[in-house]
């Protein structure tokens, strides 16, 4: 299985950004989903995951009315849209998958656990 994210870059306080991650070599329809990140000097952690059973989403407090996951299975891509962003949320982003069977999406985001893991694209939030 491959994930590959994209649409990282920098953006100016208040901006907005949408990262894709294309997956290959898998069905996405199996796996929950997740967004993941690692800002300067701290742990990666997860900020959103969704459920492969019910479409269920977590979303970590600091994120939470301004970034919307999303899938499109038939396209196997997953999106993080990324709204009012500040500088906190400069950080190396990286999408993950993990076997439905395995974990629930909450543990997922909570424990920084998954089979599958892409190799980040950077976001940079500065004036």
């Known amino acids: 299985a491959q994930l590959v994210e994209s649409g990282g870059g920098w953006v100016q306080p208040g901006g907005s950004l949408r990262l894709s991650c294309q997956t290959a070599g898998l069905t996405l329809e199996y796996y929950h989903i997740g967004w993941f990140r690692q800002s300067p000097g701290k742990e990666r952690e997860g900020i959103v995951c969704i459920s492969g059973i019910d479409g269920a989403i977590w979303y970590e407090d600091s994120v939470k009315g301004r970034f919307t996951i999303s899938k499109d299975d038939a396209a196997k891509t997953v999106y993080l849209e990324m709204n009012s962003l500040k500088l906190e949320d400069t950080g190396l982003y990286y999408c993950?998958?993990?076997?439905?069977?395995?974990?629930?999406?909450?543990?997922?985001?909570?424990?920084?656990?998954?089979?599958?893991w892409g190799q980040g694209t950077q976001v940079t939030v500065s004036p």
């Open positions: 993950a998958l993990s076997f439905r069977g395995i974990r629930t999406h909450q543990e997922m985001c909570a424990t920084v656990s998954a089979d599958y």
